[in-house]
T-cell receptor
Framework: DQQVKQNSPSLSVQEGRISILNCDYT??????FLWYKKYPAEGPTFLIS?????DKNEDGRFTVFLNKSAKHLSLHIVPSQPGDSAVYFC?????????????FGKGTKLSVKP | DAGVIQSPRHEVTEMGQEVTLRCKPI?????LFWYRQTMMRGLELLIY????????DSGMPEDRFSAKMPNASFSTLKIQPSEPRDSAVYFC????????????????FGPGTRLTVL
């Protein structure tokens, strides 16, 4: 049973518009969340993270929002660029990640069209 | 900075053969993770080591899978005998010993080994 779910396998957005990628989780004990980006034939690379004590974290064009009551987080990319086209994985961890184990969603493939 | 190094990048083998995947973590990192990515199951953790000691191997699918970390700079994931359903991309990741969040939590992934078992 998946503890981290990304229900949209794919998303297509026009360049310059906002991309919103969603992630739901079932374990209320998760206290740290990360987003990874993956290009074809490469390993995932860390993008942005958020602790459960916050509800928003921003880094340039990327913002992650956390709604603990809904067990939902989202990644906003504004403005979207063609280079953002990749698969985005949501991940969650316990104990601030100190136990090492990350639980990943299945990913959402983002396509940004020029 | 070489990053996490995995070899081989591609492996094609026949059912029943032994397969060994290799990983060199980033120097100074003390945690190492092996993941498997498939279309059906996404990215799933197989096993992770902390200071060369296996901490959690509950994700290892069967006894056919084994992993070792003989020293801080090398790990192997072995499948013996291999089966077609083992076909997947296998990733190795490493993480540093601590410091400012989020770098403490960030895992650095290698490029992966694409395994095809015929």
């Amino acid at each position: 049973d998946q503890q981290v779910k990304q229900n949209s396998p794919s998303l297509s957005v026009q360049e310059g518009r906002i991309s919103i990628l969603n992630c739901d989780y079932t374990n209320s004990m998760f206290d740290y969340f990360l987003w990874y980006k993956k290009y074809p034939a490469e390993g995932p690379t860390f993008l942005i993270s958020i602790s459960s004590i916050k509800d928003k974290n921003e880094d340039g064009r990327f913002t992650v929002f956390l709604n603990k009551s809904a067990k939902h987080l989202s990644l906003h990319i504004v403005p979207s660029q063609p280079g953002d086209s990749a698969v985005y994985f949501c991940a969650a961890s316990l104990y601030g990640g100190s136990q090492g184990n990350l639980i990943f969603g299945k990913g959402t493939k983002l396509s940004v069209k020029p | 900075d070489a990053g996490v190094i995995q070899s081989p990048r591609h492996e094609v083998t026949e059912m029943g053969q032994e397969v060994t995947l290799r990983c060199k973590p980033i120097s100074g990192h003390n945690s190492l993770f092996w993941y498997r990515q498939t279309m059906m199951r996404g990215l799933e953790l197989l096993i992770y080591f902390n200071n060369n000691v296996p901490i959690d191997d509950s994700g290892m699918p069967e006894d056919r899978f084994s992993a070792k970390m003989p020293n801080a700079s090398f790990s192997t994931l072995k499948i013996q005998p291999s089966e077609p359903r083992d076909s997947a991309v296998y990733f190795c990741a490493s993480r540093g010993p601590g410091g400012e969040v989020p770098s403490y939590n960030e895992q650095f992934f290698g490029p992966g080994t694409r395994l095809t078992v015929l």
